[in-house]
């Protein structure tokens, strides 16, 4: 119980802390969403209100602007904890938790799969690269996959639409769904939407291989000297079991905390992925709310991000013992 | 925990409700889909124009809200819509007197009447955030509506350009008329989404709108079809498609599919993909069809605008150096593949304005003043005079500063045009950067140091509007914010004598055109700022589904082919299938 | 050395890779004129050929001048950012380590309420946030390192406090050595390895952490970074309009920085873990 309390309290902590940084950063700019809004309009149409100052006061105003910074995040913390993230200024009347909500389903997808299959076949690349009765060609495999590394999801995105999509035509090279497909609970409409993630998805795999090889390759090897391994050796079990039960399931459990982790990063590729492809996605919605220095939505954004990934590092941290009966709870 | 409960709750209805809702839609075949591609920004369920900040008409609401005329540009002609006509009945320019067609009516049924057209000045007279208050206040006394069809409106002072500029729909501006029924009794019009449902005039009925794209039936009741103004549409359900990203990103993947036919028209291109498209689909075609410039102009001429109040800016030396070391000929070359863009202008070359840019007493002062030269030796030579001298670095200092020439910009329209003139600007000793952060506007705004390259969105048919952007009434102080388009805060009492006398005559009075004449020459010799490019659409049509789209040679009402535009509504209502 | 090179595969391959990155970038910095590398100079939109090695892009410049001055600054960027991620790191941790209590407690505390802020997303809020014009090398590489310093401090904490209970400090104490001399002949000597591998892993980061602010386009614009360069190539629409030459050449170039990095921390991680060692 206590130390459900202690998590509860670091989690509490941990998004205080999130919140505060992002929240005088986009301060620091005087730029206003409100005006944005009608620059965004202006520079397509060339058209803006007359007395466009003087409308950007109003709603200046009338959302609480004009106040002093300080009285501005008591303010919105104080709304926060009554889980009210407030309005977006430039999509206005859309609420930030509204905006979260509908473009979560779009991204949600695509970072859960992309996620768990990159852990699962960046973390068995990297087992059987270090263990020594795995072929040759495997080892080396694994290790230029840590190349992959290099080669950002951005850049990875690109190639992937150049020349799966339109040289060999198989992929649709941009959109959620095919034009004019009309959302229902269909099969149909479901695998539609889920053969337009597969390239965004691949991308998103390639690039975060890399870093699960790299890690539970060293695991591996650590492991291989432990003791048990060896007595498992002696005792005469077949090298598929003795991978299985002693070597993997040991190298894993350490990865797993680093899942939590990883999810953070894999948002911020998702960002540039989601728009080149073109996926309505929190990260759209977040590098429009940057651009418009929208700062509620950006707030929110991050904030949900910071709480999620807390909430899944410390749900981790609860687990482990169950899969490892050697720690105990402190 | 709450918080997460909640959030979930959110996401599975917000996967419902769209998924719920559009199970009514019935498939639609191809031929008689018009697909559009654009950066959907604004928050799904806007439709109420006075929705401000989020609703936009560019997004396919153009389709939904409709206006008392619209002006069809190449024609130089106004089209009467759902006012039958809009007449001046006092000499002077004080009295408009406005007739609401008797057949048009709402979507539901309502028919439209003067009390609408009443509810909406009234709104915007009385509501502070809406775009067309500020000019209602300025120029309106009293409106009245005398009978159910008829409306009055009284100016305060002469308003002889009141009706094109504020009440006729063209470009992305004019207002649309909202209907008094439904937004009369609602508490806070700001907050009201308005949604699908709404009451709205015009042709087409928002039936699915997702993350992903927005859906469009036509409505076979429409009223403009039994009024006789148009005939039926052909385009049974328009889809705008949203593209994602910011408008003007990722052009590369919307261009290849226009070439595969998944678009039938998009945002504007770049003039080098533009013409890559039309080599790849025989079927694509633009307003000049295939020859550059591959589009039609714009209304947004761009200047490098300047802060005319801030030093060093506020001298005219160093106006014009900075002109002087931009080379017009080189950017048409590097840019635009050879096609006349750059320009001199501060308005676009629309048919009036052509006429006003050939006229003799324009020439003459064009001659007198060359306002496109390209003369880096006369610009070093201004310098010095203006007392600057080159430091280590090659750049122009004086009291040991340089002159900034950071130019502020934006990145969807501007990405090919502004590293080339920071270049010309850096070769010709001004110390020349990019911004195209999130603050560039702002920038603008606030009149920090730099240039804006910006345009103009003011004249149309007459150069008054351009002009008057200049006037000192716009000259706010430094330190407060210029408003939009009025970034110069010039202020010259000789400049708006000329402007005053103009304003209250009629555009065609020979008076008016020797004074814009007068105007635009000190424009030019005062280098009030520095005229860059022509704005042009580069809107690809694609001609596999539909055609006689509206194009140089294809003149149809005289509306330009925008579908985002108000007047999309008229081009996307005049589309044929083309088989 | 040169056997043991052999034997670490991934290690030699990562110092052949950066070998040659550096003989390119300093062989360009001899022979090119640095104006090139700007827009204006060069005739635009030409494919590779002998004039032009990588061709030049839609701006004017010359793609191979562009390289070179992109590498080096680039190079710039990861040695600074991590310099200063390293060092931050290695501060903290030993003092954390080293002097216990609630000095501590509160460093470790800092460390662990900060790791779960995804830090991309903060460097991208503050890069759209700062006034243009202040974008420079500089600025990058501090927005770069401010959230990356967390690691290397809880990484040598650890090796610091493992090394602490270890009998050669006790040893070391007991000869009279004070605090300075151990911390500096007896302690620092032995988490070399750790510091290097930490030192690589922070260029690692500040060199894919600023390329991804540019190619979102966040960089300063003017200079030819190589992620500002993919940007513009992008906003051109490179590929469709058939320049593949231009964001071909900064890509490979970039995968061979951050790949030869990789490997190297690879390796590096294999000196530091000697069980790793004796396996390969």
Redesign the interface.
């Known amino acids: 119980m206590l130390f459900v309390l202690k998590r509860l309290s670091f989690i509490f902590m941990v998004v205080w802390a999130a919140s505060t940084i992002t929240f005088f950063i986009p301060r620091i700019s005087d730029v206003n969403p409100i005006r944005e809004r009608f620059a965004e309009l202006a520079r397509l149409g060339g058209f803006a209100p007359g007395d466009l100052e003087k409308i950007v006061e109003a709603y200046n105003k009338s959302f609480g602007l004009d106040k002093p910074l300080w009285t501005q995040y008591f303010d919105y913390m104080s709304g926060v904890i009554r889980l009210d993230f407030g309005v977006s200024l430039n999509k206005f009347p859309k609420t930030v938790l509204m905006l979260i909500a509908e473009s979560l389903p779009w991204t949600i997808g695509l970072l859960l799969v992309t996620t768990i299959f990159s852990f699962i076949i960046g973390n068995l690349m990297g087992a059987l690269a270090a263990w020594p009765q795995s072929p040759r060609w495997v080892r080396s495999f694994s290790t230029s996959c840590i190349l992959f590394q290099g080669i950002p999801p951005v850049l990875l995105a690109i190639f992937l639409i150049l020349f799966f999509g339109l040289h060999l035509g198989i992929f649709p090279i941009a959109g959620a769904y095919t034009i004019g497909s009309i959302p229902e609970l269909s099969l149909d409409f479901i695998l539609d939407v889920i053969w337009h993630q597969i390239m965004p998805g691949m991308a998103l795999v390639f690039g975060s291989l890399g870093t699960w090889v790299l890690s539970m390759r060293g695991m591996g090897i650590t492991i291989q000297g432990e003791d048990y391994v060896l007595f498992a050796e002696h005792k005469g079990l077949s090298p598929m079991v003795i991978f299985r039960d002693y070597y993997l399931r040991n190298a894993l459990l350490p990865q797993v905390t680093g899942l939590a982790l990883a999810l953070a990063n894999v948002i911020t590729s998702a960002i540039v992925v989601e728009s080149i492809f073109g996926l309505p996605g929190v990260g759209t919605i977040l590098i429009n709310a940057i651009r418009a220095n929208d700062f509620l939505v950006i707030y929110g954004i991050v904030l949900f991000l910071t709480i999620a990934v807390a909430i899944l590092m410390a749900l981790v941290e609860l687990l482990y013992p169950l899969l490892d009966p050697r720690i105990k709870v402190e | 925990m ?3 409960l ?2 979930t709750t ?2 599975v ?3 419902f409700t ?2 719920v809702s ?2 009514s ?1 019935t ?2 075949p ?1 031929e008689d ?1 018009l ?1 559009l591609g654009w950066s959907i ?6 439709t109420n124009p006075w ?4 609703y ?1 008409h ?1 997004e396919g609401n153009s389709m939904l809200w409709e206006g008392l005329s619209y002006f069809g540009i190449y024609k130089d002609t106004e089209i009467p819509w759902l006012a039958d006509s809009m007449k001046y009945t006092k000499s002077d320019f004080t009295q408009l007197t406005i007739k609401v067609n008797p057949m048009a009516k709402w979507s539901d049924g309502t028919p439209v009447t003067s009390a609408d057209v009443l509810f909406t000045f009234e709104g915007q007279m009385q509501n ?8 209602f206040n ?1 120029y309106v006394g009293t409106m009245t509506a005398t009978d159910a069809l008829t409306v009055v409106v009284d100016f305060k002072i002469p308003a002889p350009r009141f009706k094109f500029e504020v009440l006729t729909l063209k ?3 004019g207002m649309p008329i909202v209907p008094k029924h439904v937004l009369s009794k609602v508490d806070n019009v ?4 308005g949604g699908n449902e709404m009451a709205h005039s015009g042709p087409y009925n928002l039936v ?1 709108w ?4 927005k ?1 469009y039936d036509l409505n076979t009741n429409w009223w403009a079809v039994k009024a006789g103004r148009i005939s039926m549409p052909e385009v049974k359900r328009v ?1 705008v ?7 003007g ?5 919307v ?3 226009v070439v595969k036919n ?2 039938d028209a998009t945002l504007d291109m ?1 003039s ?2 533009i013409g ?1 498209i039309l080599k790849r689909n025989s079927k694509v075609t633009t307003h000049t069809g295939n020859k550059p410039p591959y589009g039609y102009l ?3 001429p761009n200047s490098l605008w300047v802060n005319t109040k801030m030093e060093p800016y506020d001298d005219q030396r160093v106006r014009r150096a900075i002109s002087l070391a931009i080379n017009r000929d080189l950017i048409n070359e ?1 840019v635009y593949e050879g096609a006349k863009v750059a320009t001199i202008y501060p308005f676009p070359l629309y048919p009036g304005l052509k006429k006003f840019a050939a006229s003799s007493a324009v020439k003459s002062l064009e001659a007198k003043y060359q306002p496109g030269l390209y003369d880096p030796d006369q610009s070093e030579a201004l310098m010095k005079q203006a007392g600057f001298s080159k430091n280590s670095r090659g750049l122009w200092e004086r009291n040991g500063k340089t002159i ?1 020439a ?1 130019i502020h910009g ?4 501007h ?2 045009i502004v ?2 003139l ?3 600007l850096k ?1 010709a000793g001004f110390d ?11 920038s603008m ?2 009149g920090k140091p ?1 240039m804006y390259m910006f ?3 003011a004249s149309l048919k007459n150069p008054y509007a351009a002009l008057e952007l200049y006037h000192s009434r716009y000259s706010t102080a430094i330190g407060t ?5 009025r970034f110069s805060r010039y202020k010259n009492s000789e400049y708006d004598k000329v402007l005053d006398e103009m304003a209250p005559m009629g555009s065609d009075n020979p008076r008016f055109e020797a004074l814009a004449a007068k105007a635009l020459g000190m424009y030019w010799k005062e280098q009030i700022d520095i005229p860059i490019i022509q ?1 042009l659409h580069r809107i690809p049509y694609n001609q596999t589904y539909w055609n006689n789209w509206p194009t140089q040679s294809n003149v149809s009402l005289g509306m330009n082919g925008a579908f ?2 108000h007047t999309g509504m008229l081009v996307v209502s005049t589309l044929k299938q083309a088989n | 050395m040169y056997n043991y090179l052999r034997r670490n595969l991934s290690l030699a391959i990562g110092l052949g890779l950066l070998l040659m990155l550096v003989l390119f970038t300093a062989n360009g910095l001899f022979t090119i004129d640095v104006k090139d590398a700007y827009p204006l100079s060069v005739r635009p939109k030409q494919p590779p050929s002998f004039k032009y090695l990588f061709g030049t892009d839609f701006f004017g410049r010359d793609l191979y001048a562009a390289m070179v001055v992109g590498v080096w600054q680039t190079a710039l960027i990861g040695l600074i950012a991590g310099a200063a991620g390293t060092l931050i790191g290695i501060f903290l941790g030993f003092v954390s380590a080293y002097f216990g209590g609630i000095v501590d407690a509160i460093i470790k505390f800092i460390c662990q309420m900060l790791t779960p802020i995804p830090p991309f997303l903060i460097q991208v809020i503050i890069a759209s946030s700062i006034d243009k014009r202040d974008v420079t090398i500089l600025t990058m590489a501090t927005v770069v390192f401010l959230l990356s310093w967390m690691a290397p401090t809880l990484v040598i904490r650890a090796q610091v406090l493992s090394m602490r209970e270890r009998q050669f400090v006790d040893v070391a104490k007991l000869s009279g050595m004070n605090n300075f001399e151990i911390i500096f002949k007896e302690i620092l000597p032995n988490l070399i390895p750790f510091i290097a591998a930490a030192f690589v892993a922070q260029v690692f980061y500040a060199v894919f952490a600023a390329f991804y602010l540019a190619v979102i386009g966040l960089g300063p614009l003017r200079e030819p970074l190589l992620g500002n360069t993919i940007w513009a190539a992008q906003s051109q629409s490179a590929f469709f309009n058939g320049w593949w030459w231009w964001p071909m050449g900064p890509a490979l170039a970039m995968v061979f920085i951050l790949g030869s990095l990789a490997l190297i921390n690879m390796g590096l991680d294999e000196m530091a873990n000697p069980r790793i060692r004796s396996k390969e």
């Open positions: 709450k918080k997460l909640v959030l959110l996401v209805l917000g996967v769209t998924v559009a199970q839609l498939k639609m191809r889909t697909v920004t604004s928050p799904i369920g806007a929705a401000s900040t989020g936009t560019q502070n955030k809406l775009p067309y208050h500020a000019s300025q470009f992305d501006t700001g907050e009201f989404f699915l997702d993350a992903n794209q859906i889809i498609f949203n593209i994602g990203g910011q408008v990103q990722g052009m590369d993947i261009a290849q599919r998944e678009f770049r080098s993909v890559n714009d209304w947004w590097m900034s950071v934006f990145e969807g329209i990405s090919d590293p080339i920071v270049e010309m070769n020349g950067d990019i911004n195209f952060g999130t603050d560039a506007y702002q705004a606030d730099g345009g103009h969105g914010s210029a408003g939009n388009n704005w985002w535009h």
